[in-house]
């Protein structure tokens, strides 16, 4: 099954049609003429149609009647409702020497297609690349490319897994992505792909019509759960490990971050998480490079990082917000929502010293104890930051840190997230101490939807005590707005800035190199406001928590 | 909070009453006279009253309005719907000495209380303990007895967890239940408890009103499911942690066997069940004796036997169904829903060559692939049996093997079970080779629930050829007609199913003595359907799986 192929795919002079269709009865491919596909077993349908090649646009036809796109879509130039079109694969790659970059030297810069250049394609993130490399950074981490509706979205609402966003790409979406992974591999910066296997965009998918992509025993925030442990839940598992295998074989990914996997629900013995994690690092020792599986969890469950053979899922690291949390609530005074846990130099503290907050205590957000203790030897795999897509755009206005503190409060979030023994990773702009809003923005093309978005939006932040306001996240002026201002770069704060973000990502890669933070000796303590960590007489670090913020390390 | 009992405990002159009721503005304790209970942390409130003592009756108000049972009511003397009644906890114990019995000597008796004997009474058990010791019973494994409405039921309608079943007393059923587990010790029996912690009944579940002891991100077959990772769910696993204790701690079993844990959903770091048998092996400590925590599980997923350090639930054993569905659908040809995945003398054999069929492999009847392998030195951590309640009884008319099949075949279903290296289980009446039905049956004193379990149970069989007339499961008759023939047991066939059950049992326990299904290097193998197994010169067992059916085995 796992070489069985679904989507279209130039074979000779043949072009290879596969779709999964338990339920029907015919399924034909319009080019525009129909062509019967043949069942095959476990409900896949297949035709072999000579003649065609790259470049032709085609949509299937279910039961005679409905015209859908092709849910394994490799390319859809139209959008979400549009035609899918026939990709080929070969690119002239020239990282036949990459070997990707090891776990422990991963520093991650997170950027969002759309916002983070003016033209807001993928060719003109390479623009960015020789900087970045300068910066320090070894891996850059891209929001979800996945196919969503209209030109505007942070990538969350996608719905053709396969097929790279049609407005990232200036002719040729998927060549061009290629060509960046390529580019990135040049530069010696890996290149993770965050992937959203726990639930589709509200627009555009199509994937009920074809099959029980879904199921009703679970519930997510995001509507119906998908179903990966009930009837035919092996062909949906296929469908989400040959994405898997796409972006890793095809495109050249070093990783996959899998968005809030909290929210794929599986009780089955062998989770779909953990299946797909062993097929990744298959691909790894296959490829002989590395490929990294991260999880964004909010479980603070070390299960996620323990080995498949062991009963976990397999992952290499996993997002832990604690540290964040700590930093924004510490440095704003924010109290409320979830900050109202994270309050208290404290708990800071204790972050330094675990890794982690949350290990088991009461927590008076959730209403219920929280997490299990990690392994101190794990400390590198765990993803922390001061700033991310999510802690900037889930607020009301969508601040980046930048605009909500002063400088100095400014790098001691960078010293916080760079120096704590974590995989740091940093949202594009952070480095230039940026302070434009990163906010929340759709382009649904569905009217009623836009709307309901709009309200959604007004009455989940009407609770909290914004001021002003909400941007309307289907104007076009939000997304204009959330672009980085990089002719900040050569101003006096955007060149401070990147000289601490280059200093601390350079310290950080030291002390994970000499492994300080994994070393049951090293003791942590708050004096003074000053938190200060000690391993014997090979490291000492103090960053001062209240004003005047400081930070210094030395190491022998 | 593990040491704040909740309902009503006698303290000297005092009678100690305690409630969780988060959501609530008054409460008060009805003796009748009402007496106001203090709020405290955590949504408790508790009174401290004076003169009142074991045997007086009592409600609770609610905000002023509704008069309810205690939740923790630990005697329900009138049904689910009366008065609570304080019970004291003294008990003249004389098993002082008892340790228990090891895991590995278990022999697994099960029984259904109400049925097991003309005056279906925990008193009545006692009867026939001395004959189940000579037998070569270890463990008797008790149906549940949490109070149900009516006075039939299989028990897993109870809706008040802490409060042994009015009608199985003859005065005093908590009372009657410690002499039970007492004079089981005498015997040298251990004494099993099943409890349902997976849904409550649907008749006098009264939980809902008293907090948010039940959530809607997850669905059981049997309604909403309980919280045990939502928010407040501390307290829910407190009250069902309280549950385990008061059974350990007050009523001396020697294990616990959780119904469907499959249904138990929770996607916390420390799940409940894994605070569930840390619990039970923490008071085993405590206590110097043995305590078994047993897992009900369809999954297959040996992380349910894994330690909780390593991330597992922790149970000692689990239910594996496997061995009963080969042994079931080879013996009778029945193929019909489940039994479709066990047809063929293969899957027995696979059975016996790894603990468990379904490993991962694809899955007719789940329509998806299902399980992972067990450890071959867990194999007798795996409970296995050729008939037992929910077998018996999820049949339309609950017809026991020992109707279905001949005795040669009989016989054969009692060889492969207690010689495959499982943890043996027998249903009561299995030694007397006992024809008569174990049919499913209620007494809910609701008219429109006892109209809609009928009709449902119809329904539910309307897809099976069953023959002939679904037995009423509100008929008292239906009840009366599911009590073994004891009278039989000086019968012929009584005689020979006792002596065969007798030698099989004295068999089994040497084999597991000996580890021999444990050994990598067992071989197994069928042989004209002859199921052949070897251990070097040490161990050779073979049983025919077709006509003439015969077992033998010797050992050195």
Same mark, same amino acid.
């Given at each position: 099954?796992?070489?069985?192929?679904?989507?279209?795919?130039?074979?000779?002079?043949?072009?290879?049609?596969?779709?999964?269709?338990?339920?029907?009865?015919?399924?034909?491919?319009?080019?525009?003429?129909?062509?019967?596909?043949?069942?095959?077993?476990?409900?896949?349908?297949?035709?072999?149609?000579?003649?065609?090649?790259?470049?032709?646009?085609?949509?299937?036809?279910?039961?005679?009647?409905?015209?859908?796109?092709?849910?394994?879509?490799?390319?859809?130039?139209?959008?979400?409702?549009?035609?899918?079109?026939?990709?080929?694969?070969?690119?002239?790659?020239?990282?036949?020497?990459?070997?990707?970059?090891?776990?422990?030297?991963?520093?991650?810069?997170?950027?969002?297609?759309?916002?983070?250049?003016?033209?807001?394609?993928?060719?003109?993130?390479?623009?960015?690349?020789?900087?970045?490399?300068?910066?320090?950074?070894?891996?850059?981490?891209?929001?979800?490319?996945?196919? !969503?509706?209209?030109?505007? #979205?942070?990538?969350?609402?996608?719905?053709?897994?396969?097929?790279?966003?049609?407005?990232?790409?200036?002719?040729?979406?998927?060549?061009?992505?290629?060509?960046?992974? #390529?580019?990135?591999?040049?530069?010696?910066?890996?290149?993770?792909?965050?992937?959203?296997?726990?639930?589709?965009?509200?627009?555009?998918?199509?994937?009920?019509?074809?099959?029980?992509?879904?199921?009703?025993?679970?519930?997510?925030?995001?509507?119906?759960?998908?179903?990966?442990?009930?009837?035919?839940?092996?062909?949906?598992?296929?469908?989400?490990?040959? #994405?898997?295998?796409?972006?890793?074989?095809?495109?050249?990914?070093?990783?996959?971050?899998?968005?809030?996997?909290?929210?794929?629900?599986?009780?089955?013995?062998?989770?779909?998480?953990?299946?797909?994690?062993?097929?990744?690092?298959?691909?790894?020792?296959?490829?002989?490079?590395?490929?990294?599986?991260?999880?964004?969890?909010?479980?603070?469950?070390?299960?996620?990082?323990?080995?498949?053979?062991?009963?976990?899922?397999?992952?290499?690291?996993?997002?832990?917000?604690?540290?964040?949390?700590?930093?924004?609530?510490?440095?704003?005074?924010?109290?409320?929502?979830?900050?109202?846990?994270?309050?208290?130099?404290?708990?800071?503290?204790?972050?330094?010293?675990?890794?982690?907050?949350?290990?088991?205590?009461?927590?008076? !957000?959730?209403?219920?104890?929280?997490?299990?203790?990690?392994?101190?030897?794990?400390?590198?795999?765990?993803?922390?930051?001061?700033?991310?897509?999510?802690?900037?755009?889930?607020?009301?206005?969508?601040?980046?840190?930048?605009?909500?503190?002063?400088?100095?409060?400014?790098?001691?979030?960078?010293?916080? #997230?760079?120096?704590?023994?974590?995989?740091?990773?940093? !949202?594009?702009?952070?480095?230039?101490?940026?302070?434009?809003?990163?906010?929340?923005?759709?382009?649904?093309?569905?009217?009623?939807?836009?709307?309901?978005?709009?309200?959604?939006?007004?009455?989940?932040?009407?609770?909290?005590?914004?001021?002003?306001?909400?941007?309307?996240?289907?104007?076009?002026?939000?997304?204009?707005?959330?672009?980085?201002?990089?002719?900040?770069?050569?101003?006096?704060?955007?060149?401070? !800035?990147?000289?601490?973000?280059?200093?601390?990502?350079?310290?950080?890669?030291?002390?994970?190199?000499?492994?300080?933070?994994?070393?049951?000796?090293?003791?942590?303590?708050?004096?003074?406001?000053?938190?200060?960590?000690?391993?014997?007489?090979?490291?000492?670090?103090?960053?001062?928590?209240?004003?005047?913020?400081?930070?210094?390390?030395?190491?022998?």
């Amino acid at each position: 099954m796992d070489t069985k192929r679904i989507g279209a795919h130039v074979s000779g002079n043949n072009v290879e049609f596969r779709v999964w269709a338990p339920q029907a009865e015919k399924v034909e491919v319009l080019l525009p003429e129909a062509h019967l596909l043949s069942p095959e077993e476990k409900g896949y349908f297949s035709a072999r149609i000579p003649g065609i090649k790259a470049g032709q646009l085609y949509k299937f036809r279910l039961n005679g009647k409905e015209e859908l796109p092709d849910p394994a879509s490799r390319f859809q130039p139209e959008g979400v409702h549009g035609p899918s079109q026939v990709v080929d694969e070969p690119f002239s790659w020239s990282d036949q020497s990459w070997k990707g970059v090891p776990l422990e030297e991963l520093v991650i810069y997170e950027l969002h297609v759309g916002t983070f250049t003016a033209e807001g394609t993928f060719l003109a993130v390479k623009n960015h690349l020789a900087r970045l490399k300068d910066l320090g950074i070894t891996a850059i981490e891209i929001m979800p490319v996945s196919q !969503f509706p209209g030109k505007r #979205n942070w990538g969350y609402d996608g719905v053709s897994p396969f097929a790279p966003q049609n407005s990232y790409g200036q002719k040729n979406a998927p060549e061009e992505l290629k060509s960046l992974v #390529n580019e990135c591999h040049k530069h010696g910066i890996a290149v993770i792909l965050d992937v959203v296997y726990n639930h589709m965009g509200p627009e555009g998918n199509y994937l009920p019509k074809w099959g029980p992509y879904f199921q009703d025993k679970y519930k997510t925030p995001w509507g119906e759960a998908l179903n990966f442990d009930g009837e035919h839940s092996d062909e949906v598992r296929h469908y989400f490990l040959q #994405n898997v295998r796409q972006w890793i074989e095809e495109y050249h990914f070093d990783g996959l971050r899998l968005d809030a996997i909290h929210a794929i629900l599986d009780t089955s013995a062998r989770p779909f998480l953990a299946e797909a994690t062993d097929l990744a690092h298959d691909l790894a020792e296959k490829l002989d490079r590395h490929v990294w599986m991260i999880a964004e969890s909010d479980g603070n469950d070390p299960r996620v990082l323990q080995s498949t053979r062991e009963g976990g899922l397999g992952f290499d690291a996993q997002w832990a917000d604690d540290l964040h949390h700590c930093i924004h609530s510490n440095l704003t005074k924010e109290n409320e929502g979830y900050y109202s846990d994270y309050v208290g130099e404290e708990k800071i503290l204790d972050v330094f010293k675990h890794g982690t907050y949350f290990r088991g205590q009461y927590s008076d !957000f959730r209403k219920r104890r929280h997490g299990r203790p990690y392994s101190l030897k794990d400390r590198h795999r765990l993803v922390v930051c001061a700033q991310n897509h999510d802690q900037i755009g889930n607020r009301a206005r969508g601040e980046r840190l930048g605009s909500l503190v002063d400088e100095e409060k400014l790098k001691a979030a960078a010293a916080l #997230n760079l120096l704590s023994g974590g995989m740091p990773l940093i !949202f594009m702009g952070e480095e230039i101490g940026e302070s434009n809003p990163f906010a929340y923005f759709v382009d649904h093309t569905d009217k009623e939807l836009r709307t309901a978005v709009r309200e959604g939006r007004k009455k989940e932040f009407a609770a909290f005590t914004w001021k002003g306001e909400i941007p309307d996240p289907g104007a076009e002026e939000t997304f204009n707005k959330s672009k980085p201002q990089w002719s900040e770069l050569n101003s006096e704060r955007g060149k401070k !800035f990147t000289a601490l973000y280059k200093s601390l990502i350079n310290t950080s890669k030291e002390l994970r190199r000499r492994k300080v933070w994994n070393h049951p000796d090293l003791e942590v303590k708050i004096v003074n406001s000053v938190l200060q960590a000690q391993l014997k007489n090979q490291f000492k670090l103090s960053i001062s928590l209240q004003s005047p913020y400081t930070a210094e390390v030395s190491y022998e």
